[in-house]
């Protein structure tokens, strides 16, 4: 789905990955779930594209329901992929996430289940080989992403910030729909290792300057980085 000029988004607002879109090729923000690689040919085809115009792909973290394709894209077109060093482990299938739930409804935790296991998300293929990132880092891709660390859901979350895209990717950082809730909106994400250090990371985000704040589950969140920080902090304290 076209959000606007050189941005993109697969999935829907249970599981989502997003594309910026530029002459130079098409850089792959998070890759959701392994049945997602159909939505990614579907909008490559829309935008008159194929996987061999895709130059990277770039993880917010290393959690499997973001590895999707990442590994398929990886050995059998060469595209490399990016993770921050100190979640290249749990990317590999080492570091393993907290599993603390915090509170949920029976209907939207089962349709997120539900969800997963229709896209593939028993079958996680792990990526055998990262290329490690670190904060500040601008990577040589379509878009010039910057990298941002985020750290709180895990250690090595990220934004991932393009000007040509008006947009900032922030992964886990924060969610717009609580999938174990269902509660829409800008809110702390579930499945998050330190969420005090979640918190305190959203003063770097709110110093970026983009359209779009742009989370791994729930709607497009239109509006600046600042503003989705705040409301995020006020839901926390509710």
């Known amino acids: 789905m076209r ?82 060093s100190a979640d290249a482990d749990r990317a590999r299938g080492g570091d393993k996430p907290k599993l603390a739930l915090g509170p949920l409804r029976l209907g939207p935790t089962l349709g997120f289940f539900a969800y997963s296991l229709r896209k593939g998300g028993m079958r996680t293929r792990w990526v055998r080989d990262v290329v490690e990132v670190a904060d500040g880092d ?11 660390a985020l750290p709180g859901h895990s250690p090595g979350s990220i934004a991932v910030h393009s000007e040509i895209a008006d947009a900032v990717f922030v992964g886990d950082a924060l969610t717009t729909r609580h999938v174990l809730t269902g509660r829409t909106g800008a809110q702390p994400a579930p499945f998050t290792d330190d969420p005090a250090e979640a918190l305190a990371s959203l003063d770097r985000l709110a110093g970026l300057t983009a359209s779009w704040v742009l989370p791994g589950h729930g709607a497009p969140f239109h509006g600046s980085p600042a503003d989705a920080a705040a409301a995020v902090r006020a839901a926390a304290a509710v």
């Open 3 to 84: 959000l606007a000029p050189h941005l993109s988004r697969i999935g829907n607002d249970i599981v989502a990955a997003h594309l910026i879109d530029t002459p130079d090729g098409i850089t792959v923000i998070d890759a959701g779930l392994p049945g997602h690689w159909r939505d990614l040919q579907h909008e490559l085809r829309t935008l008159g594209r194929t996987v061999a115009d895709v130059r990277g792909v770039i993880l917010t973290h290393g959690d499997s329901d973001h590895l999707g394709f990442a590994e398929r894209l990886r050995r059998d077109f060469g595209v490399p992929v990016y993770v921050h």
């Open 138 to 148: 601008v990577l040589d891709l379509p878009g010039a992403p910057r990298i941002v």
